[in-house]
């Protein structure tokens, strides 16, 4: 039996249009996978932490010493 849930019936309508979905159950289903792949982005980005940037560090020499010569 699937779950009776109380979802807003125009925001459902709406998400379903921008979506360009059929049905409403396809809209649910497209949202939760959408909303569980933002989600394990985020954990994925927090686990990598930050890193400091070399305040010495000059991109431009970086680019031209990694340029092949002519």
Avoid at 9 to 27: P, V
Wanted: glycine content about 4%; proline content about 4%; cysteine-free.
């Amino acid at each position: 039996m699937p779950p009776n849930l109380g979802i807003d019936d125009s925001l459902l309508e709406k998400a379903r249009r921008i979506g360009k979905l059929r049905t409403k159950n396809e809209t649910v289903t497209v949202a939760l996978e959408e909303f569980i792949q933002r989600r394990r982005q985020r954990q994925l980005l927090k686990s990598l932490g930050t890193f400091d940037f070399r305040k010495d560090w000059d991109h431009k020499k970086d680019r031209r010493d990694r340029e092949p010569r002519r």
